[in-house]
């Protein structure tokens, strides 16, 4: 028996191979099938099964394509409503795979077709639990996803949620192992550890909303309080995994066409498309095709894309660094942002090798903005609220960058600002979306916070909201 976690840091993601006896399953596939089929084959192996244990809402699944290249068949859980050809598994249900058994365990709460599954060895023992977005490592999925159109609240699904976990997670041996869809960084919990795997028995221990003497009331409370708003493309990402989409190889193909900086130039105005630039942060400051939005590969890309952008399907072109196009184009292809249209053929150094117009970004380390600090300037941290709380530089105004096209109005294209975050991407995103729609007086502060609070002010005082 063998089971592969397979992990993907920029959506904080772990799909799973698991092979007995020549048979294999794949469970919460990514978009691209390569890696799977790739992994089946190392071990000569069939893959039977395709298990999905929710509708997704942070990534686009790979089950359609993957099924369609190796026969498998797509398994969900209970309540799950497909427009294509899928089996739904009754609760208790179980398959075999080679000497081993997968069993189903409907768990709504996440969603309400939130379905674990429970992985029998080869002696009958049960030896591991694939729990989606039900149980993370040292947190619980988010009950707040799936309110739309089902008359439930995110009251109502915690209280799902909490009876799930002890009617049909609890009650496993502490010795399995529990393996989560997430880890710290995605947006589908509060507080998730940046462990990826544990025993259930040190869940039961360390994870708060597994605590034994917790009431249903207590619980709901706790996983519902605090609750950020799930990112703008969390909701697109949840129905085309449930209604199906464009194969990513077709969507792989439109994309990776390479466009020399005239025809880029022609497709930009022609169709409208976004201009991404996806270099690194202080490569991308100096030097820019102008109106370009920066969201750089080193860091959580996908995740701001689908935050930022409103429209999924709306025309992008790619500005990426020499080899990097193809993976821009995958990883956009991850979150259903399918309409690349191309790239920059030579990339940026082509664009400025033909002496055509570029702008650029103007951008200070933390000991220049301490000189220039004092407590009237204007000064933008782009932070999410709970960063901002814990710790900010006095008189800042906190502008998430998570909601920077909503609250745009509420700043001055006349007023010089200064802009930070953590490290540095986040200011650099915001700078350029800001620079793009017309605000020109922007200074970013490209540095990490901790350099930042040692030299500047700081305060935990939460300022008043407005930032005019």
């Not at 596939?29 to 997704?56: C, G, M, V, W």
């Not at 674990?116 to 729990?131: K, N, P, Q, S």
Request: glycine residues 8%.
């Amino acid at each position: 028996m063998t089971i592969e976690q397979i992990y993907t840091g920029c959506l904080a993601q772990g799909a799973y191979y698991i092979e007995s006896n020549g048979e294999a399953a794949i469970i919460d596939p990514l978009r691209e099938s390569q890696p799977y089929l790739q992994r089946a084959a190392k071990d000569n192996s069939k893959i039977k099964y395709i298990f999905e244990t929710h509708f997704h809402a942070d990534f686009v699944s790979g089950h359609l394509d993957l099924a369609k290249k190796t026969g498998a068949k797509i398994v969900y859980g209970p309540k799950a409503d497909t427009a294509y050809e899928k089996h739904t598994a009754s609760d208790g249900e179980e398959f075999q795979i080679g000497k081993i058994k997968i069993k189903v365990l409907h768990t709504p709460g996440h969603t309400p077709e939130s379905t674990c599954y429970l992985l029998f060895d080869e002696g009958g023992r049960e030896h591991a639990v694939f729990t989606g977005d039900t149980l993370f490592i040292g947190d619980v999925g988010r009950p707040d996803l799936a309110q739309a159109n089902t008359g439930l609240t995110q009251e109502d699904l915690a209280g799902w949620l909490f009876d799930s976990l002890r009617k049909k997670i609890m009650t496993l041996p502490d010795n399995v192992t529990v393996y989560p869809a997430h880890g710290a960084g995605s947006a589908c919990g509060k507080n998730m550890s940046s462990e990826t795997f544990d025993l259930l028995g040190n869940q039961k221990k360390n994870n708060y909303a597994l605590r034994a003497d917790m009431t249903r009331e207590e619980f709901i409370k706790e996983v519902t309080d605090g609750l950020m708003p799930p990112p703008n493309y969390f909701s697109a990402n949840a129905k085309l995994n449930k209604t199906g989409y464009e194969s990513v190889d077709v969507v792989m193909k439109r994309g990776t066409q390479a466009m020399p900086p005239r025809e880029f130039e022609t497709a930009a105005n022609e169709t409208e498309a976004l201009i991404m630039d996806v270099r690194d942060k202080t490569v991308f400051v100096k030097g820019f095709v102008p109106n370009s939005i920066f969201i750089g590969l080193d860091g959580s890309f996908a995740p701001w894309v689908g935050a930022l952008l409103p429209d999924l399907q709306h025309p992008i072109l790619v500005i990426a660094p020499e080899g990097r196009e193809e993976e821009t184009v995958k990883r956009l292809a991850r979150i259903g942002a399918d309409n690349v249209l191309g790239y920059l053929k030579g990339g940026f150094e082509g664009w400025k090798a033909e002496g055509r117009e570029v702008d650029s970004i103007d951008t200070i380390d933390a000991a220049a903005f301490a000189e220039k600090y004092n407590d009237k300037l204007p000064v933008l941290d782009v932070r999410k609220p709970g960063e901002f709380s814990a710790d900010h530089v006095e008189n800042a105004k906190n502008l998430p960058l998570d909601f920077i096209n909503e609250r745009m109005s509420e700043i001055n294209k006349e007023t010089e600002y200064y802009l930070h975050c953590r490290s540095g991407y986040r200011s650099t995103v915001a700078s350029s979306i800001l620079k793009a729609r017309g605000f020109s007086k922007l200074i970013n502060v490209q540095d990490k916070f901790d350099e930042i609070s040692k030299i500047v002010p700081v305060t935990d005082y939460v300022c008043p909201s407005t930032l005019k």
